[in-house]
């Protein structure tokens, strides 16, 4: 197998916002650019940089590629005041609900990806933002948490689906019975078609993404390259004959 290499520069601006019942408020902004380099000589070897801006990518690069991207990251639109405002709907909501205590907290990224294969780039601009709301009932030691995601609208969600979703499941909570369960033998699990696949997809394909693996947000480390993960009945396939990239 010859020789190549692939690199993964990532250049992301995050924000966090959060508001509780007791009106205690959080807020962060962080940013962090960086270089993953993989080349493969009969052998991987792997290095990772921490880089001040994305321009400094160039110096651990063979050669010199345009790494411009037509979008600048700049500031998110994602100012705590106006968010808080916006979703006035959804705190009205929680305030008015009988339970223990809540949490809303509401993120954004904005990353720019560049992946060099060979001496071929491919950039992406990605921007999500999210809203999680916590609520802990009466008598419930873990919180019950409903989530929204999406992207390029900027942090606008269903407020009424959300404050929906809410409500049922506290009061599904409220009327439900505890029946203790105990299990002292192993318990076939039946999957239909696919369903396999999507939780191997979920808790080991993102996984395994250069990206998560980067930003430390995989259980997977760059030490485990090289290293058996999955046990030995398993095959996984990791190349795709019709990936022109």
Same mark, same amino acid.
Request: glycine share 6%.
């Given at each position: ?11 992301? =601006? ?12 959080? =807020? ?16 991987? #070897? ?10 400094? &990518? ?30 006035? =709907? ?17 993120? !954004? ?9 060979? !001496? ?12 999680? @709301?916590?609520? $802990?009932?009466?008598?419930? $030691? ?7 995601? !999406?992207?390029?609208? +900027? ?5 009424? +689906?959300?404050?929906? $979703?809410?409500?049922? @499941? ?5 009327? *439900? ?18 369903? !396999? &696949? ?6 080991? +394909?993102? &996984?395994?993404? &250069?990206? =998560?693996?980067?930003?430390? $947000? ?6 485990? @390259? +090289?290293?058996?993960?999955?046990? *030995?009945?398993? #095959? ?10």
């Amino acid at each position: 197998m010859k020789k190549f290499s692939v690199d993964l520069i990532d250049d992301t =601006y995050s924000t966090y916002f959060s508001i509780d019942s007791q009106e205690k408020k959080e =807020y962060t902004v962080k940013s962090k650019t960086g270089i993953l380099k993989r080349t493969f000589d009969e052998e991987w #070897t792997s290095s990772s940089h921490e880089l001040t801006s994305i321009k400094d &990518a160039s110096e651990f690069l063979d050669k010199k590629i345009n790494l411009k991207l037509k979008n600048q990251p700049g500031e998110l639109p994602f100012q705590p005041s106006k968010i808080t405002k916006e979703n006035q =709907y959804v705190f009205d909501f929680l305030q008015s609900l009988d339970v223990m205590e809540w949490k809303v907290i509401f993120r !954004g990224l904005r990353s720019r990806r560049i992946i060099i294969k060979n !001496g071929k780039d491919k950039k992406t601009n990605f921007e999500h933002f999210s809203i999680l @709301i916590k609520v $802990r009932l009466k008598d419930h $030691r873990n919180f019950i948490e409903v989530g929204e995601g !999406g992207g390029g609208q +900027g942090p606008k969600f269903n407020q009424s +689906g959300l404050v929906s $979703r809410v409500k049922e @499941i506290c009061d599904n909570h409220k009327l *439900a019975e505890t029946h203790p369960v105990t299990f002292n033998e192993k318990i076939p699990v039946i999957l239909s078609p696919g369903d !396999g &696949a999507i939780l191997f997809h979920e808790i080991l +394909g993102h &996984a395994l993404e &250069a990206d =998560y693996i980067y930003l430390q $947000r995989s259980p997977i480390t760059v030490s485990h @390259i +090289g290293r058996q993960i999955m046990p *030995a009945n398993v #095959t996984v396939v990791t190349e795709d004959k019709n990936d022109s990239f």
